[in-house]
Structure formats: C-alpha cells, structure tokens
T-cell receptor, first 116, second 111 residues
Framework: KAGVTQTPRYLIKTRGQQVTLSCSPI?????VSWYQQTPGQGLQFLFE???????NKGNFPGRFSGRQFSNSRSEMNVSTLELGDSALYLC???????????????FGPGTRLLVL | DQQVKQNSPSLSVQEGRISILNCDYT??????FLWYKKYPAEGPTFLIS?????DKNEDGRFTVFLNKSAKHLSLHIVPSQPGDSAVYFC??????????FGAGTRLTVKP
C-alpha cells in the first residue's frame, strides 16, 4: 500500500497570503488529522476529519481551516499568513480514528512552509 | 496548554548503552500512550504503544513503562544503536482518540 502523501513538500509564501496544503491518506483510511510542528512545541493538533466532517479541533485561530473530500483526501488552508505560521505541517491517517480500536496513525512526510 | 511534556529536548548516549526517554502528562483522561520516532525529512513513524491497563510493554529493544499514579511514562532502548538517532515524540490519547504530542526529544547515539 502507498503511504500518506502530502503536496507540496516545500512552500514559500509572504505575509498576508493564503496557502492550501493537500494530503492523500492511505487507501481505505477514512480519518485524516493535521498537525503543526515547530521547534520546541512538538506536534500541535490542528483538526481531524472523518467522512468529510470535522470531528475534532485543536486550539488554532479560524485562519486555519480544512476539508475532506469523498475520497478521504484532505486539504488544509491557512489564510492571512503570519510569520509564526512557518512550520512543518504533518498529515496523518488512520482507518477510523475514534473508538476502542486505538489505531495507529500513519504520518506523511509533511509540508514545510516558510512565511517571509 | 501542554498536556504532554518531554522535558529533555536532547539526549546523548554511547552505542550499546541504555537510552531512557521520559514523558509526563497532566490529563487523567488519557488512557493510551504511544511513542513515535522521526527522522529528518520524514514524517513520524509509530514505534510502540501502551494501554493504561498495563504498566509495561516490550518490543525487541524497545520497552515502554507507564506509571499512572505519577502520570509518567518512559521509553527504554537497549542496547542503543547509531540508527536509533532521531527525534522521539511521546503521545497520549483519550477515549475519543484525541491525541496530544510532546515537544520531542532528540536522541543521539554515538558510535
């Protein structure tokens, strides 16, 4: 099975612009979660999507949004970019995500965003 | 709010010795804990997990210990190998699989 893929791998934007990142989960996985990784902060949970619905949300401002398509692919959008948004954005997929199964999340390689 | 804390940003050990990575959590609703390993330019990969009904889980050279009363878990790697050099993230989840990660510990294993 192909792993989780994320595009683009690297991105440079300027303050005020917006950006859209894409994530394709492992085939058959329906849950997609997004994380922001910055030095010293670890992985901060952004949101989780399941069956095209946002199921969980972290403590990020409304500039951060996402969506999931019927094929489980997910996009994340950040509007009005700020310098502090520079980070590695990771996407992770799992079969169902919630419940007693406690599945492992499989991560993509990430998109490194630099805001100038 | 940092519900999962890894207070050591880095750790250096000699090849063949034991590596001990520590993690503390504050949320008593967490009942499932995981360790992920991350190499540069790659996403984190799952290493080992433990449920709160256990206090130890072992997988080859990797053992995770859980002390629920202290809200503390640790990952032991023995013997450590140079290929183990990576950033290790501790993660905790509750029954809704709401997962929180620590800031990571960079392990360097010297030959």
């Amino acid at each position: 099975k192909a792993g989780v893929t994320q595009t683009p791998r690297y991105l440079i934007k300027t303050r005020g612009q917006q950006v859209t990142l894409s994530c394709s989960p492992i085939s058959g996985h329906r849950s997609v979660s997004w994380y922001q990784q910055t030095p010293g902060q670890g992985l901060q949970f952004l949101f989780e999507y399941f069956s095209e619905t946002q199921r969980n949300k972290g403590n990020f401002p409304g500039r951060f949004s996402g969506r999931q398509f019927s094929n489980s692919r997910s996009e994340m959008n950040v509007s009005t970019l700020e310098l502090g948004d520079s980070a590695l954005y990771l996407c992770a997929s799992s079969l169902v995500g919630q419940g007693a199964s406690r599945e492992t999340q499989y991560f993509g390689p990430g998109t490194r965003l630099l805001v100038l | 709010d940092q519900q999962v804390k890894q207070n050591s940003p880095s750790l250096s050990v000699q090849e063949g010795r034991i590596s001990i990575l520590n993690c503390d959590y504050t949320n008593s609703m967490f009942d499932y804990f995981l360790w992920y390993k991350k190499y540069p330019a790659e996403g984190p990969t799952f290493l080992i997990s433990i449920s709160s009904i256990k206090d130890k889980n072992e997988d080859g050279r990797f053992t995770v210990f859980l002390n629920k009363s202290a809200k503390h878990l640790s990952l032991h790697i023995v013997p450590s190998q140079p290929g183990d050099s990576a950033v290790y993230f501790c993660a905790a989840s509750d029954n809704n699989n709401d997962m929180r990660f620590g800031a990571g510990t960079r392990l360097t294993v010297k030959p």
